[in-house]
C-alpha cells in the first residue's frame, strides 16, 4: 500500500479532542489561529506543518506559547488549499507539494505583521515552524527585516540547503533518527552556517528522536522521549525569551 511509507509523521500522537484555547478570525485573506495571553507586546508567527493549521498538535503549541507571554498566531500558509491528510497517496505528495511553496509565504506573512503590530500590539515578533513550516522559518530568517528570532523545528533542509547568510538568531531542532532529514544534511548545514551566518545561530540535534517529537501532544506516547521533548520545548521557549 502506498501509505506504509510514511514521508513525514507529524501526526504520530495525536489528541484529535483538543480544540485549543484560543479562536480563529480573518485576517484581510487569511484564516488564522490566535491565542493572547492577558498583556504584552511581543508575539510568535507559528508555521504549521503539511497536516495544515487546523492540526491540534500545532494549536497545543500555540496554547504554551501564550501561557508563556506571548500573543501566538498560526495562520492558514496554504490559503485554503486543503492540507495533507495521512490517508492520502504518499506517490502523490510532491505534485501536491508544489503548489505549497514554504518559500512563499511573504505575502501572508507581511499581512500578520501589519496584524500583529495594530491590532494587537505587538512590537517584538518572532517565527516558528514544523517541518514544511520549520523550512519556512529558515527563509523568513534569511530575508524578512521585521522579525527579531527564529526557531527552525526539523524543517526540510533541502529547500534551502544552498543559503545560510541569516539576518537574525536562528534556532535549529533535529532529532537523531529522523527518517526525512538525514544527519549528513545537519552536518552540512551547520558548515555552511558556520562559515557565511554572522549572526547567533545554535543547532541542536535531539539523540533518539523522530521526526515531529517536539509538538508531538501525547508526550507519554512513548515514556523514553518525554524528557527529549519537554527539553526541546523549553529550549524553544528559552530562544525566545533571549531574542524577544
Known sequence: MANESRPCPCDIGDRFDYGGRGQEVQVEHIKVYVCKPASTDKAVIVIHDIFGWQLPNTRYMADMLAANGYIAICPDFFVGQEAWKPSNDWA???????????????????????????????????????????????????????????????????????????LHPTFFIFAEKDDHIPLEQVTLLEQKLKQNCKVDYKVKIYPGQTHGFVHRKREDINPQDKPYIEEGRKDMINWLNKYL
Request: proline residues 1%; positive net charge; glycine residues 10%.
Open 92 to 166: 502523490t505528495f510532491n505534485e501536491w507539494l508544489k503548489t505549497r511553496n514554504a518559500g512563499k509565504i511573504d505575502k501572508e506573512v507581511d499581512v500578520i505583521l501589519k496584524y500583529l503590530s495594530e491590532q494587537c500590539g505587538a512590537k517584538k515578533i518572532g517565527v516558528i515552524g514544523f517541518c514544511w513550516g520549520g523550512a519556512a522559518v529558515q527563509h523568513l530568517m534569511l530575508k524578512n527585516p521585521h522579525l527579531k528570532t527564529g526557531v527552525s523545528l526539523y524543517g526540510v533542509i533541502r529547500f534551502f540547503e544552498d543559503r545560510s547568510s541569516l
